[in-house]
């Protein structure tokens, strides 16, 4: 009986507070009935439709939403009002928006509160604008050394599965060999770490990623305090704390420095890297945590934590991106056979005789590698949607998205329309990333990077690391594959990735 009281009481309750909501945030109810979506219910909204689906099966359920409701829809989960957009112009809108540049408040989970990725937009502006100098041209190109003893230890490493019947999944040693290159520009050590200590890291932030996509649906576990009961979180601070263990590490060794610049009263402000005045020499590797503490010495803005919170996204960030979008890479190359023996040969042609060295001068001629790259994301975007918080009312073509409300912006499927791809959209033609044809397209039909001003500040590192990086691979080997592209299944793991698999098989050249 007390039970039954209890229940009663506690769902009259939410009840109540389901209608306070909707009073207050009537503009939101009002937008949502003037879009179509999905039936939605009283305090769960639509997040039924995402409960006890596999992560293949939640991409599928968006998918499916998105081609049944056209651009601009809506979907309740919760209390929570998403609009979803992939209509490349109202894109561009929201993307350039002054009213569009917090980020979802989900990022939150991902408990980087000053790094880039997931600052409030008062945050990101200061940090962005001090960080801009440390991606400059001469900067990335120091570390094209590191890309290449770093792509040597993965050629080395592969040779245990050359003429092997079997397939492997390539991922492994490449999410390994892109997070040595990330600790050894980023931290400026040699961590080592292709090899099982690299296994342990790998999978941590593979865990991380699963739980964090587990939260994103559950909307009870939204709530900081509630999720903090919960066992995933424990294991999430877990993977955390291995994920970040080499750069706690390297914190602490630095940590009186950190001291130094603490005390400091009177602060002298040498020349910003990348200036016309600035005469150092950029043959040495100029190593991100240097770079920040340089900017603690300099400004008032990065802090223990901050300088904590960019190198922990710089090194969950930028790993998982290149190391998915290498391996998406890869795995195209090995089902479409003539397209590798194009790149190998652009390859060769630019090299020469040392193909085993690549020189940061190769890098902009390898023209047809990097519109394999680009088809690649363009089919396999690893951040296939994301999410930005309205902080006023934003008019895009067909409705006024109110202050509050969180616009999803369909990445992937812009990427794959049929207006602007043309009807062959679903298969793989680099030739669409001629000039010609680039120029014939909306600009914001092909977004990987993301765009506008908040876009990826790492984006041409990644494109040089990977480039790189397969210069080394396709020199040493040809790969092949069983899998056909009709065959590939995609899922929604935060990041896009093949449930498949990268599985191939590779042969000495």
Known sequence: MLFMVAFVATLGSLVIWWIVWRLLHWKHYKVSSDLNGPKDYPLVGSAHLFLGKTTEEQFRCILDISKTYSSPCRIWLGPQLFVYIDNATDLQIVLNSPNCLEKADVYRFFQCELGLFSASASVWKVHRKHLNPCFNAKILASFVSIFNDKSAVLVDQLRAHIDQRGLFNVNEYISKCTLDMVCATTLGTNMNLQNEEGDEYVAAIERASELLNHRLYKIWLHPEWIYRLTDSYKIQKQCYATAYKMSRKVLALKSRELEEIKSMKHRTIPSVPGTESSMEDYRKPQIYIDQLFRLARETDVFDEKAIRDEIDTIILGGNETSALTL?????????????????????????????????????????????????????????????????????ISNTTIPQGVTVVLGVFNVQRSREHWGASAEEFDPERFTPERIASRHPYSFIPFSAGPRNCIGY?????????????????????????????????NITLKIANKHMVRIIKR
Do not use: W
């Open 460 to 492: 041409k590192y990644g494109l040089m690391s990977m480039k790189v990086m397969l210069c080394h691979l396709l020199t040493a080997y040809r790969i092949t594959t069983d899998l056909t592209m009709e065959q590939l299944t995609l899922k929604l």
């Open 327 to 395: 391996s998406h890479v890869v795995l195209m190359l090995a089902i479409h056979q003539d397209v590798q023996q194009r790149v190998y040969e652009e390859i060769v042609a630019v090299l020469g005789p040392l193909t085993n060295q690549v020189e940061n001068d190769h890098l902009s001629k390898l023209v047809y590698m990097e519109m394999v790259m680009k088809e690649t994301m363009r089919l396999f975007p690893v951040g296939p949607l994301i999410g930005r918080q309205c902080t006023a009312d934003t008019k």
